[in-house]
């Protein structure tokens, strides 16, 4: 069983920058897919990015070129670099580990799931 654990949620200026970091638990951690989705008040969760067991990342369009997610297989963590945040980027951000390692973007293809992390930009 995976346990992803999420940190480096906080309170930023709108063009600021965040890093979050997700450790999972488990043993087979690089055979796992692993995303970010971000849960605004009243909505479901929505993907941001994921990073296949391969290697290969993806994001949503909202976030292209803004955030950066990575993997170091070796500390079972993935991150979430988050830069030039917009006051649209406040929800909280949970990290997921996937059935497969390649997961879809779909909440769906994700079996363990951290507590969340408050990520607040002011404008």
């Known amino acids: 069983q995976v346990q992803p654990v999420e940190s480096g949620g906080g309170l930023v200026q709108a063009g600021g920058s965040l890093r979050l970091a997700c450790v999972a638990s488990?043993?087979?951690?690089?055979?796992?897919?692993m995303g970010w989705f971000r849960q605004f008040p009243g909505e479901e969760r929505k993907f941001v990015a994921m990073?296949?067991?391969?290697?290969?990342?993806y994001y949503a369009d909202s976030v292209k070129g803004r955030f950066t997610i990575s993997r170091d297989n070796a500390k079972n963590t993935v991150y979430l670099q988050m830069n030039s945040l917009k006051p649209e980027d406040t929800a909280v951000y949970y990290c997921?580990?996937?059935?497969?390692?390649?997961?879809?973007?779909?909440?769906?293809?994700?079996?363990?799931w951290g507590q969340g992390t408050q990520v607040t930009v002011s404008s």
């Open positions: 488990g043993r087979t951690f690089s055979s796992y897919g």
């Open positions: 990073s296949w067991a391969g290697g290969r990342t």
């Open positions: 997921a580990a996937a059935y497969t390692g390649a997961p879809g973007t779909t909440i769906n293809d994700y079996r363990y």
